[in-house]
T-cell receptor, first 115, second 117 residues
Framework: AQSVTQPDIHITVSEGASLELRCNYS??????LFWYVQSPGQGLQLLLK??????LVQGIKGFEAEFKRSQSSFNLRKPSVHWSDAAEYFC?????????????FGAGTRLAVHP | SAVISQKPSRDICQRGTSLTIQCQVD?????MFWYRQQPGQSLTLIAT?????????ESGFVIDKFPISRPNLTFSTLTVSNMSPEDSSIYLC??????????????FGPGTRLTVL
């Protein structure tokens, strides 16, 4: 069955430090890959996505993610974290074949930022 | 992109009652979905809301408990029926719309936070 694993439930970083959030997926073929962010009391906002092509994807708010087929991973990175980045981050996948019709989410990683 | 609104934003309900959540999109979209996010959990797809036909439910979700309507391409409702405290969750509407360089982007509404006493 398709699944998404985010190994880190909570991560705390200092403001200005670099960030990497891990995501691994289990799927028969390369799916569509996404990262969403959910700020407290807010809905989900799309940070970036990978469909094909360049494996390093640039997103909004200074985030990027790298798709590594050999590791079935799609880790999210940011070189310098801002206090406003404190939120919950969800990795998600969707099957390519048969049309894009649903997302499978990881459990999420809650990011805290220390001043 | 698509702008999605949901009503109500939150509610507190009594056990055994029902609540209908509305989802309105600012443009016509082909695909609409309903998700549930239980406290401290990730999102789980409840169903795909199909315009003009019955919704398609995921495993573990049934129409009697979560009836869905989609009368047109911009609006859908989800009803949580005969509620119990286990239904306390955030319910989110999402749509697939063009934007951000592709037509295959899923956008989410702000969610409806439901508490069942």
């Amino acid at each position: 069955a398709q699944s998404v694993t985010q190994p880190d439930i909570h991560i705390t970083v200092s403001e200005g430090a670099s960030l990497e959030l891990r995501c691994n997926y289990s799927y028969g073929a390369t799916p569509y890959l996404f990262w969403y962010v959910q700020s407290p009391g807010q809905g989900l906002q799309l940070l970036l996505k990978y469909f094909s092509g360049d494996t390093l994807v640039q997103g909004i708010k200074g985030f990027e993610a790298e798709f590594k087929r050999s590791q079935s991973s799609f880790n999210l990175r940011k070189p310098s974290v801002h206090w406003s980045d404190a939120a919950e981050y969800f990795c998600a996948v969707a099957p390519i074949s048969g049309g894009y019709n649903k997302l499978i989410f990881g459990a999420g990683t809650r990011l805290a930022v220390h001043p | 992109s698509a702008v999605i609104s949901q009503k109500p934003s939150r509610d507190i309900c009594q056990r055994g009652t029902s609540l209908t959540i509305q989802c309105q999109v600012d443009s016509q979209v082909t695909m609409m979905f309903w998700y549930r996010q239980q406290p401290g959990q990730s999102l789980t797809l409840i169903a795909t809301a199909n315009q003009g036909s019955e919704a398609t439910y995921e495993s573990g979700f049934v129409i009697d408990k979560f009836p869905i309507s989609r009368p047109n391409l911009t609006f859908s409702t989800l009803t949580v029926s005969n509620m119990s405290p286990e239904d306390s969750s955030i319910y989110l509407c999402s749509v697939v719309a063009g934007g951000y360089g592709s037509t295959d982007t899923q956008y989410f509404g702000p969610g409806t936070r439901l508490t069942v006493l």
